[in-house]
């Protein structure tokens, strides 16, 4: 069974900070899926990461994924608070299953 | 376009009661899943279907039932409310290609006492 696991859980950053969210997963797969949640909402996704070496970028974030590493990143510059949020990655098997990680609490204080 | 549509939004249970949560969609997309959100764990799969007719278990399927009859619809049942399904259930579809992801419905709140 395909695991993903995201780090850190739990991410409290001040304003104009940078910082990397990290997501690795178990079994070979070359598509990766971004996706936010805001208290009480349902899940926005952010972005698609289809191959090695992929980076995507919108506004203060950017995605990226490296599969030989198993490996995706989600770098946040110079935080703003609207960023405050849960982020999730999901990895899309074989069988076209998404398999999410726990996620990754961010709240950006002033 | 309104997407993916979860019925009801909360609910309440006692336990061994049984009830459906509906999902439909309507951008005649092929895969469809039912989720659960609990605190801590993430998203985890209960069922999901890759076409009309066509179902299959995910992570966490004990207790729950699914059919597809049409690709609108992909209700998902609780046979006998436990405690232990008190949680967030969203529903999702996608088109088949894997340049997409999944579009999440809004949500039901399940609470069983």
């Known amino acids: 069974e395909l695991k993903v696991e995201q780090n850190p859980l739990f991410l409290s950053m001040q304003e104009g900070k940078n910082y990397t969210i990290y997501c690795n997963y178990s079994t070979t797969s070359d598509r990766l899926y971004w996706y936010r949640q805001d208290p009480g909402k349902s899940l926005e996704s952010l972005f698609v990461?289809?191959?090695?070496?992929a980076v995507k970028q919108e506004g203060r974030l950017m995605a990226s994924l490296d599969t030989k590493a198993r490996l995706s990143t989600l770098h946040i510059t110079a935080a703003v608070h609207d960023l405050s949020a849960t982020y999730f990655c999901a990895v899309r098997n074989t069988g076209n299953q998404f398999y999410f990680g726990t996620g990754t609490s961010l709240t950006v204080i002033p | 376009n309104a997407g993916v549509t979860q019925t009801p939004k909360f609910q309440v249970l006692k336990t061994g009661q049984s009830m459906t949560l509906q999902c439909a969609q309507d951008m005649n997309h092929e895969y469809m899943s039912w989720y659960r959100q609990d605190p801590g764990m993430g998203l985890r799969l209960i069922h999901y279907?890759?076409?009309?007719?066509?179902?299959d278990q995910g992570e966490v399927p004990n207790g729950y039932n699914v059919s597809r009859s049409t690709t609108e619809d992909f209700p998902l049942r609780l046979l006998s409310a436990a405690p232990s399904q008190t949680s967030v259930y969203f529903c999702?579809?996608?088109?088949?290609?894997?340049?997409?992801?999944?579009?999440f419905g809004s949500g039901t709140r399940l609470t069983v006492v």
């Open positions: 999702a579809s996608s088109p088949g290609g894997a340049g997409y992801g999944y579009t």
């Open positions: 279907s890759v076409g009309a007719g066509i179902t």
């Open positions: 990461l289809l191959s090695n070496g």
